[in-house]
């Protein structure tokens, strides 16, 4: 903004120094109003190369935030395909809603994910016969999904070290 009020004013002082360039009569008044008109021109280029790469910085910044926008508006509508689950073991994860699902398998999204406004499924990663756990692959976040009994150790003597 500096850069095109000091233009500004540089195309101005350029401008009176012409009009007055119009009234002068010696030939060494008119070379010392030149060097003086030529001084103003070169800052005046500097002054629009500066007003031109401000520019540009702020047409980049315009994008971005447009980009964000899009991204913003995006993702209200993507989550208002998911609502909130709890899994018997107390643990919570966004699940897509059944109007949404179609043929699709059940999604899951990592719920610390989801509130950053990213988008990341659960993906089992440990599935034993007492234990299911859902990994995200963005956070790492782990979640225990479902729990069963441990299956049961025979009893038998501990040995003792004595
Ligand atoms: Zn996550």
């Known amino acids: ?51 031109q790469a401000e520019y540009g910085a702020l047409m980049g910044r315009v994008h971005e935030l447009e980009e964000q926008i899009a991204q913003f508006e995006h993702w209200e509508e993507e989550q208002q395909r998911y609502q909130l689950h709890e899994f018997p073991t107390g643990a919570i994860a966004y699940i897509i809603k059944e109007e949404e699902k179609g043929d699709d398998p059940i999604q899951y999204l990592c719920s610390n994910c989801y509130h950053r406004r990213v988008k990341s499924f659960l993906q089992p ?38």
């Open 125 to 162: 990663n440990y599935d034993k016969a007492y234990k299911r756990q859902l990994q995200c692959n963005s956070c790492q976040a782990v979640i225990v999904s479902e729990t069963r009994p441990r299956p049961k150790r025979r009893t038998g003597v501990v040995p003792s070290r004595f």
């Open 1 to 51: 903004m500096m850069e095109w009020i000091a233009a500004l004013q540089g195309a101005r002082s350029a401008s009176q120094l012409v009009q007055d360039l119009l009234k002068l009569r010696t030939d060494a008044e008119v070379q010392t109003k030149v060097v003086e008109l030529n001084g103003i021109l070169l800052n005046l280029q500097g002054e629009l190369n500066n007003a």
